[in-house]
């Protein structure tokens, strides 16, 4: 039990409001107590309707219009549009490779599907194939390595996307870490000032 | 308004600002409003006040006492305890008579310390509820540190002589 008699002097302190911060907080954390004495016990209400006041929370959030919003914003608008933009790009691509398809077997083909899709390497295997076994060659092939061109460019595609998103985030993350440092230091000031 | 300071100073007092907001106006949902409308103040401050800023909570108490008092003015509303204080009674446990009591007696100096003068109970709240010290309750309140120590004093030789009536 906490010796009730240096609280007694406090008590009168405080009601002459002469007592400091601390002081009053030695009081608050002893009425929260279940020991009190009879004589003081009468003051536990005053005591506990500070403690419950101290306790009331705002349920409302208390911003309406927060900030980071405008990254998540900006966030969201990249993504739709690179989104759009694979979608469109995508489209593109498969009109001109059926465009350039039609001619089979010519070099011009060959060139747009080069042009366009960045991948030689694979035109070239088929044209071995076609010499290899020309009775195999065709619209059938072609249009399964067309396929196969388009699911590549599409990877890539979303490969870059994903890295650009990346590099945001990363970009956001050391933004955060910086911010935390910032925190951290003011923190380690207001101890300092507290302790000394 | 740096995003940063905000963090730092601003959104950790809400609570605070919004138990200062409802002592003077004694409604959750306009005390709610105001905080609203304070953050939003200090959110649009210039970055050049922000530096010249000695003491956030202070000032923002300010903006807070000045919008709770025009809202109580514009609104003429009388003060009353918040409902959910007068909840928390009902919901106790009635099995345990102590505490009911108890309850009942807090509930009592509750509505003591919102009887009090203007003056009184906003400087009553900010040190016994808020913590402040004296140079920050000047501040907020615009009084001077002898008119701040005077409604303390005041203020709870009031509560005390109200509980224990032979003082």
Redesign the interface.
């Known amino acids: 039990m906490i010796d009730p008699q240096p609280i007694r002097a406090l008590l009168e302190k405080?009601?002459?409001?002469e007592t400091t911060?601390e002081e009053?907080?030695q009081l608050k954390n002893f009425f929260a107590s279940n020991d009190i004495p009879e004589d003081l016990q009468?003051?536990?209400?005053?005591f506990?309707?500070?403690r419950?006041?101290?306790q009331?929370?705002?349920?409302?959030a208390?911003?309406?219009?927060r900030?980071y919003r405008i990254f998540l914003t900006a966030a969201a608008s990249i993504i739709l549009l690179l989104a759009v933009g694979i979608g469109w790009k995508m489209t593109f691509t498969a009109k001109t490779t059926a465009i350039s398809l039609q001619p089979v077997g010519q070099v011009p083909a060959q060139v747009a599907i080069e042009q366009d899709l960045h991948s030689g390497l694979m035109l070239a295997q088929v044209s071995t194939e076609e010499k290899k076994c020309p009775a195999k060659t065709g619209s059938k092939m072609r249009k399964k390595t067309t396929e196969k061109l388009e699911a590549q460019y599409a990877m890539e595609e979303i490969k870059a996307a994903l890295s650009l998103v990346s590099s945001k985030i990363k970009k956001g993350r050391l933004a955060a870490a910086k911010?935390a440092d910032?925190?951290e230091n003011?923190d380690r000031v207001f101890k300092k000032k507290a302790t000394g | 308004m740096n995003w940063v300071i905000f963090q730092a100073y601003i959104y950790p007092i809400r609570h605070k600002l919004y138990r200062f907001a409802l002592k003077i106006t004694g409604d959750r949902h306009d005390a709610e409003d105001i905080v609203q409308d304070v953050m939003e103040k200090v959110w649009k401050n210039s970055a050049e006040s922000d530096h010249n800023m000695i003491n956030w909570e202070a000032w923002c108490m300010t903006l807070t006492k000045n919008q709770s008092l025009d809202k109580t003015r514009s609104l003429s509303k009388r003060r009353t305890l918040p409902l959910a204080e007068n909840e928390a009674f009902e919901s106790t446990s009635p099995s345990l008579i102590r505490e009911i009591e108890m309850q009942d007696l807090t509930t009592r100096v509750k509505q003591m310390m919102q009887d009090l003068p203007e003056k009184q109970r906003l400087v009553m709240h900010l040190r016994d509820v808020e913590e402040l010290s004296y140079e920050e309750i000047t501040q907020a309140l615009g009084l001077s540190l002898d008119q701040v120590k005077v409604n303390l004093f005041r203020a709870r030789k009031y509560i005390r002589e109200k509980m224990v009536p032979e003082h």
Do not use: N
């Not at chain 1, 405080?14 to 409001?17: N, Q």
């Open positions: 405080y009601w002459a409001a911060i009053d907080r009468l003051y536990s209400p005053f506990q309707a500070l419950e006041e101290q009331v929370r705002m349920v409302r208390a911003v309406k219009y900030p911010g910032h925190l003011i």
